[in-house]
């Protein structure tokens, strides 16, 4: 199983950008998925999360300006970002809490990242 993202790269203060992450392989359904980031020098920080059912949680710091949603039969999640804040850059990673056939267990998978940064 492979996550993969697309999407990022540099904006101006107060742009939008459109991240995508389409899980990929067999054997496996989709729980949740969902966004981190990570800025130079501090920890992955959560983004925000959507489940198979549509809840949506966000974060604090992007509510109101970012956006997640998922296309269930395509097992992609889309996150929307505007009104993009210099603090926005960072690396995003893609979340997947993933149910494989073979052990019939819930993993945690992660993309490889993509990068935004946001010129003030």
């Known amino acids: 199983v492979q996550l993969v993202e697309s999407g990022g790269g540099l904006v101006q203060a107060g742009g939008s950008l459109r991240l995508s992450c389409a899980a990929s392989?067999?054997?496996?359904?989709?729980?949740?998925m969902g966004w981190y980031r990570q800025a130079p020098g501090k920890q992955r920080e959560y983004v925000a999360r959507?489940?198979?059912?549509?809840?949506?949680n966000y974060t604090d710091s992007v509510k109101g300006r970012f956006t997640i949603s998922r296309d269930n039969a395509k097992n992609t999640v889309y996150l929307e970002m505007n009104s993009l804040k210099p603090e926005d850059t960072a690396v995003y990673y893609c979340n997947a809490h993933l149910l494989l056939y073979s052990d019939r267990l819930i993993h945690n998978w992660w993309g490889q990242g993509t990068q935004v940064t946001v010129s003030s």
């Open positions: 959507i489940t198979s059912g549509g809840t949506i």
């Open positions: 392989g067999s054997s496996f359904s989709v729980n949740s």
